[in-house]
C-alpha cells in the first residue's frame, strides 16, 4: 500500500480521485481572450489567473465572503482552484511528477470589510497541494487578499508560482 | 510593406503611432517616492507597478469601473499603463526588441462590488503588447483583480513581469 | 563614526536600533496554516506574505486606512512589516549581508474607496529598506493597491521578491 511519501504526485492524484481538466482541451485562454497560461525562464514557472471555474465556464460559489458565502465554501473553492493549478502545471510541465517545489501563492478573496478570515480560505489551495505533493514539495509560501470583485463573480483567483526539476532546453 | 510577422517591435510601434513615455527625462520615481522602475536577475524582468498616468501625472480616466467609468473607459486606461509598460521595458532593456516574451501581468482594478467584466478591461493591456510583440512573444498569462482604491484616483494598476533575449552580464 | 555607506546592513540596523523578530522561534507558519516563508531559486529570492504582526500575534494598527487610521498609522504599520520582512530575510539567507538587492514589492493597504494617500502608506515599507542597504541595494519597485480586507484585520500585508548575492549550492 502506497503513502504519500511513496507515491508520485501523478500517483497521489488517482489516490485522492482528483478530476483535473485538460487545459489543452478546448485549448486554455477561449472565455477571457488571448491569453497564456504560463510563462517558464528557467525552472521558475508563473501560471496565469485561476479561478474556480470548470472549463466549461461554471463556477463554484461565486458570490462574496461575509455575506452570502461560509468559510467552507470559499475553502472548497479554493481547493478547486488549487486543482484547476494541478491542471494548469500538467500543461505546463507535461506531468506533475516534473514540479519540484511550490514557490508561492497569493489568493484573491472576494470579501466584505467586516471579514477577517481570510487565511481559513486560503488554506484550502495549500491543503490540496499539500495533499497531493507532500511536505517537501507541496508547502508554499502564501498570501490571502480580500478583494471587492472578480471576473464573472468569481469568489477568488490563484497567482501561483512554482519551481520544475529541470529547465526548458536542459538545465 | 511590413507587417506585424515581419515588423519589429520597435517598428511595430512607429506603425501603429504609439506615444511611449520617456523614463529616464524626468528620472522615473519622483512623484511615488523613492523607488526603482524595475529589477532584472538573468532573463527575468520586473517592473514596479504602473498607471495609466502621464510623466506630468495627468491621469487617463480616473475612477471606478462600475460607477463613473464604464468598460470601454477602463479598457482605453488599460492600453495607455500598456503603453507606459513599454517605456519602462525600454528603460530596463534599451530597446523593445530585446524583449523575448511578456510573462504575465496582473492587472488591479478599482471597481465597485457588483461589477463584474474586469477581464473586459484588463484585455486593453494584453491586446496593445500583442499588437506591437505577436502571438510568439506578445501573448501573457493575466488576472484582473477588483479592488477599492489606488493611489491619486488612478483606475488600474499593472504589475508585469517579462522576459529578455539576455541576461545583464551575458547569458 | 560609520556611515550608511560604510556600514554593512546588520551593522545599520543595529545603529538603528531594530529589534527584527527571529522566524526560527517559534517556527514560521504556525499561526495562519501550513506555510513556508520564502522560496528560492538561483539568486531570485520570493518571500510569503508579510504583515505587521508581533511573533505572538499582536498587530500594530489594525483597521483602515481612510476610516480608522491615519496615514501616519499606516506608515508606522508598514515599516513594522518591513523589519518583519528583515526577519524573513534572515531565515531565507542567514544574514542580511547576503541580500544583493531588493527587487520589488506589493502593499496590500486596507482602505476605503475614498483613500488615495496609498503610496503615502507604501513608503513606510520601502524607506525602511533604503535606510538599512541604501540606495544602490535597498531601492526597490513597488505598488501599492487598495484592498477590503486582511486576514485578522491587519491593515495591510506586503508581497516581497528580492535578489541573494548567491544561489543555494553555489551560483
Given at each position: 500500500m502506497s503513502t504519500r511519501s511513496e507515491a508520485s504526485p501523478e500517483q497521489r492524484v488517482v489516490e485522492l480521485g482528483l478530476e483535473i481538466p485538460d487545459y489543452r482541451d478546448p485549448p486554455y485562454g477561449g472565455r477571457y481572450g488571448r491569453l497564456k497560461a504560463y510563462h517558464r525562464i528557467g525552472k521558475l514557472v508563473m501560471l496565469g489567473g485561476i479561478t474556480?471555474?470548470?472549463?466549461?465556464?461554471t463556477r463554484i460559489h461565486p458570490g462574496r465572503l461575509g455575506e452570502d458565502l461560509t468559510v467552507e465554501q470559499g475553502y472548497e473553492a479554493a481547493r478547486k482552484a488549487a486543482v484547476n493549478c494541478l491542471g494548469m502545471t500538467r500543461l505546463a510541465?507535461?506531468?506533475?511528477?516534473?514540479?519540484?517545489s511550490l514557490a508561492r501563492v497569493q489568493c484573491f478573496i472576494v470579501a466584505t470589510?467586516?471579514?477577517?478570515?481570510?487565511h481559513l480560505v486560503g488554506a484550502g489551495m495549500t491543503d490540496l497541494w499539500l495533499d497531493v505533493f507532500g511536505e517537501a514539495a507541496g508547502m508554499a509560501g502564501r498570501a490571502d487578499i480580500g478583494v471587492v470583485s472578480l471576473s464573472n463573480k468569481n469568489c477568488l483567483e490563484l497567482w501561483l508560482t512554482l519551481e520544475s526539476k529541470s529547465a526548458p532546453g536542459g538545465g
Open positions: 474556480p471555474e470548470e472549463r466549461d465556464g510541465l507535461g506531468s506533475l511528477d516534473e514540479v519540484a470589510p467586516d471579514f477577517d478570515q481570510h
